[in-house]
C-alpha cells in the first residue's frame, strides 16, 4: 500500500544482494502479482458493476437452498466433548447393552424459616405434591401423556420404578402416614437399610438436617423425592436427540409448579422446586434465542458507525450509504457461509450463532481499507482509474489480513471439540466469502457512487442535486490538499499525528509503554498460572431465569455432593469369576474419588441372598466363598425375579444383561457414586476419572455421562497448543512472504504471541475459565491480533530516513508506519467492538463470554499493535527496502518533523487526469 501514499522522493536504487536480496525480490513478486490480480479483477467490476452485483446476489440465492440441508446439533455432550476419547467410545458400548439412562426428576421442598420438614403437616404435604404428579396428564402431540406413560421401569411393561424420599417408610402411601401418630419416630426406629438397602444414605434426601445429642434426626430445612422417567431417545427438530414424551411432560409439570409455589408458600410455609432435564435444555437454548435481539443491534450500530466514517461534512462527497452496503455484504457473506456450510452436510450448532457477531466485527474492516486507499488517490481524476488504483493498492493488505484469519480459523478446525471444528468450519467460509464480497460487490457498490458523486448528487438522497460549492473544487490543488487532510477526521490526527508524538518522540514516552507492557506481561503470565479448566452446562441458563431458583435449592440443600457411576463388565465368564466382580466393589470402596458406602454390587446381593436361603445352600461352596459355578445362572434368573421388600432383587434388573439366548450375561455394572464437591474445576475431574480407571484396569472400566465431557479437558491444553503453533506458523511464513523481512515477521510475531499470552492470562481476573467456548476465542485470537500488527509492520518498511540527531531513523519511521496505518488499524478495532458490544447486555453464557474474550482480544490486540510494536520497531527495527524513499525529503508524512504542521497544510499533490473528461461524458450518457 505504500504507492497509495502522496508521492515521496526515492533515491536511486542500489544493487540488492544476499538473503535479504532474494526474500525481497520474492515479496515483491507476490506483491506485484497479488496487485495485478486486484488491478484486472477490479478492471472488470467497475467497467461492469451491475453485472457484479447480480451475479453476487445470484450466488447468495444459490447458497440460500442450503437450508434444504439443514441439520443441527443442539446436544452438549456430542458439541463439547472429542469423538474419538475413550469416554465417548465407553459411552457407546454403554448405550449399546444398557441404553440410555433413566431421566431424572427431583421434586425439592424448601421450608420458610422455622419450618420442620419433617413434622406430619409438611410429610401430608408432600404427599399431596407427590399425589399431583402421578395425577397428572399432558396432551404431547395429540395424546394424552401421564405419569404411567412417561416412568421408567424396570422391564419393559413391569410397574413404574418406586420413587425415593422420606416418604419410602410409608411407601409413598398417604393412609399409611395419616395413620402414623408419630412419623418423626418412625424415621428414626425404622433402618433405612432395611428399605434402601443400597441406595443413597437418608440425608441424601434431606436438606440441612439436625441431630439430637442421641443421633436421632430432629428436623430437615428441605427434602427431595427422586423420580426417574423413560429416555427412549429419538431426533427432534430443533432439540437434537431426546424422548419427546419425557421431555415435554417434563417441562409442564416444572412449569405449573412455578406457577403454583407462591400459592404453596403461602399455605404450608413450603416452596416446591422441580428439576428436569427437559426444563434445563429449554433455559439454555431460550438464553441463547433471546439474544437475537442483540445480533440485531449489533447490526444497527455497525451501519451507524459504518456510515459515519465513511460519512463527511459535504454530502457530495461522503459515502454513508457505502458503509450501509458494507455491512449488508457481511450479512449476505454470513447467509451465504451458513448456506454452504448446510450444503456439505456441516451442522449447525449452539456456538455458531455467534459467527453472525463476528463476521460482523472483522467484515467491514476491508471496506475501511479500501477506502483509505480511494482517498489517498485522491491525485487521479478519473473515479474509474481511482477506484481501480485504490483496490490494487489496498489488496494486498485486505489480502494479508483475510488470509490470516483464514488460517487460524482452518488452525482451529483441527480440533477434536466438534462444537470448535464446526464453528471453525463455517467461519473459514464466512471469512473467504466475504472477502470474495467485499472486493467484487462493495467495490462496484462503490464505483457506482463515485459516479453519483461524479454527477454532483448527495450521499444516500442521490436523487438531490448538490452544486460544487458542497465540494472541494474550489481551484487549487493546495485547498483541495487542505480539505482532504480535514476531511480525514479527528481520529487520524489523534491517532496517526498526537500519539506517535505522546510515545516515540521522547524516551519517557517509550519506557512507559514499555514498563506498561512488562506489566501486562507479567499478569497475563500469573493468571495463566491460575487459569482453570471448567465447563457446566448450567452456565447457559440465564441469570434472571426462575431455574435459577430450582439450581439455588439444589446447590444450597441436596447438590454438587454426589455424582452416579457405574463400573462396567463385557461378557466375562461370571460363574467363575465371581471374585473379579467383588474385587472392583472393594477397589472402589477403597478410593478416594467414591462416597462412602455408596457401592452396590449387584453380585454381593445375589450370594447373600443365596446364602440367606436354606433351599439354595447347597449352591454355597465356602470354601471358595462363591456361588456353585453350575448353578449360578439358574439361581441368578429366579434372584432377578423375586421381590423382597420396596425393590427387592428387582432393582438389579437394570444391571445385568442377558445375550440374546437368555442363558449367559453379556454385561453388568457396579453402582457407585464420585464425591463431585471435590470436583472443583477440569483437573479435579481429570484427577478423578484417571484415578477410578487406573484403579479398575484389567477388571472392569468406570463410566459417567460428565466423563465424555472431562474428556474436553484432557486435549484443551494440547489442543490449544497446537492450534496456536499452526495458526502462528503459518502466520509468520505469510507475513514474512509479504513483507519480506525475517525479523519484522518474527517481531509481528512475538506480538501476537503477547496478544495472546496476556488474552488467557486475564480470563480469571474477568471470570471466565477454559472450555469449549472460550477456546473458539483463543483460535480467532491469532488471526484477529495480526490485523492489529501487520499494517504497522509493513509501513515501517517503506520508507527510510537517516539515522541523525534531528530525526531520530527508527523512531521516524515508526511515527510514519503509525500516520500511514495507525487510524486504520484503530478503525478496524473500534468496528470489532461495536459489532460485538451489544453482547454485553446477553443473557446467555456463549454471548458473555464471546464478549470478554473479544475485548481482551481487541484491547491488547490495539496495544501490543499500535502502541508496544511501534516502541520496538524505534529500538530494534529492521532497515528499510533497499530501494525505499527518504522520509526526511517528505516532512508532511513525518509526525516527529518540526514542520509536520506547516508541511501538511501547503503538500501539493500530483493530479493525474485520466480520462475524466470522457469518463464524464460516458457517466452522463449513460
Not at 51 to 80: C, H, N, R
Not at 376 to 393: G, N, P, Y
Request: glycine share 8%.
Amino acid at each position: 500500500m505504500e504507492d497509495s501514499a502522496p508521492p515521496v522522493s526515492t533515491p536511486p536504487s542500489k544493487p540488492a544482494t544476499g538473503a535479504k536480496a532474494t526474500i525481497e525480490r520474492f515479496s515483491a513478486a507476490v506483491h506485484r502479482y497479488t496487485e495485478l490480480f486486484f488491478e484486472k479483477l477490479t478492471t472488470i467490476v467497475v467497467y461492469h458493476p451491475a453485472v457484479t452485483i447480480g451475479l453476487v446476489f445470484l450466488f447468495v440465492v444459490i447458497m440460500a437452498q442450503g437450508v434444504w440441508f439443514y441439520k443441527e446439533e443442539l446436544s452438549p455432550d456430542k458439541q463439547f466433548s472429542p469423538r474419538s476419547s475413550q469416554a465417548v467410545k465407553d459411552e457407546d458400548w454403554v448405550l449399546d447393552r444398557f441404553g440410555y439412562e433413566n431421566r431424572p426428576v427431583q421434586t425439592m421442598f424448601e421450608a420458610k424459616e422455622g419450618v420442620n420438614m419433617l413434622t406430619k403437616e409438611s410429610l401430608l404435604f408432600m404427599m399431596e405434591m407427590h399425589e399431583w404428579l402421578l395425577s397428572q396428564w399432558k396432551i404431547i402431540d395429540g395424546k394424552n401423556v401421564t405419569y404411567e406413560v412417561v416412568c421408567a421401569r424396570y422391564t419393559k411393561g413391569d410397574d413404574c420404578k418406586i420413587p425415593v424420599s422420606v416418604l419410602t417408610f410409608w411407601g409413598h402411601n398417604r393412609t399409611r402416614l395419616e395413620a402414623d401418630a408419630d412419623p418423626l419416630a418412625t424415621i428414626n426406629t425404622v433402618s433405612w437399610r432395611s428399605l434402601e438397602p443400597s441406595g443413597p444414605p437418608l440425608d441424601f434426601y434431606l436438606g440441612k438436617p439436625e441431630y439430637n445429642a442421641a443421633g436421632d434426626v430432629v428436623s430437615a430445612r428441605a427434602t427431595l423425592i427422586s423420580y426417574n422417567f423413560k429416555n427412549e431417545k429419538v431426533e427432534i427438530s430443533g432439540v437434537g436427540e431426546d424422548d419427546p414424551q419425557s421431555r415435554y411432560f417434563e417441562i409442564q409439570i416444572a412449569d405449573d409448579s412455578e406457577h403454583r409455589r407462591k400459592a404453596d408458600e403461602a399455605a404450608h410455609g413450603v416452596g416446591v422446586y422441580i428439576r428436569t432435564t427437559g426444563q434445563e435444555d429449554v433455559e439454555g437454548s431460550d438464553s441463547v434465542s433471546s439474544d437475537i435481539g442483540n445480533l440485531v443491534m449489533g447490526y444497527i450500530l455497525m451501519l451507524i458507525y459504518a456510515s459515519f466514517i465513511l460519512s463527511r461534512s459535504r454530502p457530495k462527497y461522503s459515502h454513508s450509504l457505502l458503509g450501509i452496503v458494507s455491512v449488508i455484504s457481511v450479512g449476505l457473506s454470513t447467509f451465504s457461509a451458513y448456506g454452504f456450510c448446510w450444503y456439505i452436510g456441516i451442522k449447525f450448532n449452539t456456538v455458531v450463532q455467534v459467527l453472525i457477531l463476528v463476521l460482523l466485527g472483522v467484515g467491514v474492516d476491508d471496506t475501511f481499507v479500501i477506502m483509505d486507499s480511494w482517498w489517498d488517490c485522491a491525485h487521479i481524476e478519473s473515479m474509474r482509474e481511482r477506484m481501480i488504483a485504490a483496490v490494487k493498492h489496498a489488496g494486498p493488505a485486505v489480502t494479508i489480513t483475510s488470509v490470516t484469519d483464514l488460517i487460524a480459523f482452518l488452525a482451529g478446525s483441527s480440533s477434536s471439540l466438534p462444537a470448535l471444528q464446526d464453528f471453525c468450519y463455517y467461519a473459514s467460509v464466512g471469512i473467504a466469502f466475504d472477502f470474495m464480497f467485499q472486493v467484487t460487490f462493495v467495490v462496484a457498490v462503490a464505483y457506482l457512487d463515485t459516479v453519483r458523486q461524479q454527477q454532483s448528487r448527495a450521499d444516500v438522497l442521490c436523487c438531490i442535486k448538490v452544486g460544487d460549492h458542497t465540494g472541494v473544487c474550489l481551484g487549487s490543488d493546495e485547498e483541495k490538499a487542505r480539505w482532504t487532510e480535514a476531511e480525514r477526521g479527528l481520529q487520524n490526527r489523534v491517532v496517526g499525528t498526537y500519539l506517535p508524538r505522546l510515545i516515540l518522540g521522547s524516551n519517557i514516552g517509550k519506557a512507559v509503554v514499555l514498563v506498561v507492557s512488562a506489566v501486562f506481561l507479567a499478569l497475563g503470565i500469573y493468571g495463566c498460572t491460575q487459569l482453570e479448566m471448567n465447563y457446566n452446562n448450567e452456565w447457559f441458563i440465564p441469570s434472571g431465569s426462575p431455574f435459577r431458583d430450582v439450581m439455588r435449592v439444589r446447590d444450597t440443600y441436596f447438590g454438587g455432593n454426589e455424582l452416579p457411576a457405574n463400573a462396567y463388565f463385557g461378557a466375562i465368564d461370571y460363574p467363575n469369576e465371581q471374585g473379579e466382580v467383588l474385587r472392583a466393589s472393594e477397589i472402589l470402596r477403597t478410593n478416594y474419588w467414591v462416597v462412602e458406602n455408596s457401592t452396590s454390587s449387584w453380585m454381593e446381593d445375589f450370594q447373600q441372598w443365596v446364602q440367606g436361603h436354606p433351599v439354595y445352600g447347597v449352591s454355597w461352596d465356602a470354601s471358595k466363598q462363591q456361588i456353585v459355578p453350575a448353578q449360578f445362572y439358574s439361581l441368578l434368573k429366579v434372584f432377578a425375579s423375586t421381590a423382597t421388600g420396596p425393590r427387592g432383587a428387582w432393582q438389579h434388573i437394570d444391571n445385568i444383561r442377558w445375550n440374546d439366548a437368555g442363558d449367559e450375561l453379556k454385561a453388568s455394572r457396579v453402582g457407585f457414586r464420585i464425591i463431585s464437591k471435590s470436583l472443583t474445576d477440569g483437573q479435579g475431574a481429570i484427577d478423578a476419572m484417571d484415578s477410578l480407571r487406573g484403579a479398575l484396569e484389567g477388571v472392569a472400566f468406570p463410566w459417567a455421562f460428565p466423563f465424555v465431557f472431562w474428556e474436553s479437558y484432557k486435549v484443551m491444553v494440547s489442543g490449544i497448543t497446537r492450534n496456536v503453533a499452526i495458526s502462528g506458523s503459518a502466520v509468520f511464513v505469510l507475513v514474512t512472504i509479504m513483507i519480506a523481512n525475517i525479523q519484522l515477521g518474527l517481531l509481528v510475531t512475538v506480538a501476537i504471541a503477547c496478544v495472546d499470552v496476556c488474552m488467557m492470562g486475564f480470563m480469571p481476573f474477568i471470570g471466565v475459565q477454559l472450555n469449549g467456548v472460550s477456546l473458539i476465542c483463543v483460535v480467532m485470537a491469532v488471526g484477529l491480533s495480526v490485523d492489529y500488527s501487520v499494517h504497522i509492520a509493513g509501513a515501517f518498511l517503506t520508507v527510510r530516513c537517516d539515522d541523525n540527531e534531528e530525526h531520530g531513523g527508527r523512531a521516524q519511521r515508526a511515527a510514519y508506519a503509525l500516520w500511514k496505518m495507525g487510524p486504520a488499524v484503530v478503525n478496524g478495532g473500534t468496528s470489532t467492538f461495536i459489532a460485538i458490544l451489544p453482547a454485553a447486555m446477553a443473557v446467555s453464557y456463549v454471548f458473555k463470554v464471546f464478549f470478554r474474550m473479544f475485548f481482551l482480544i481487541i484491547f491488547f490486540g490495539q496495544w501490543f499493535g499500535v502502541f508496544f510494536l511501534p516502541v520496538v520497531l524505534s529500538f530494534i527495527g529492521p532497515d528499510a527496502y533497499l530501494d525505499a524513499p527518504n522520509l526526511e525529503e517528505t516532512p508532511e508524512q513525518n509526525p516527529l518533523h518540526s514542520e509536520h504542521e506547516t508541511a501538511v497544510a501547503v503538500v501539493k499533490p500530483k493530479v493525474k487526469r485520466v480520462g475524466a473528461e470522457e469518463e464524464m461524458k460516458e457517466t452522463e450518457s449513460a
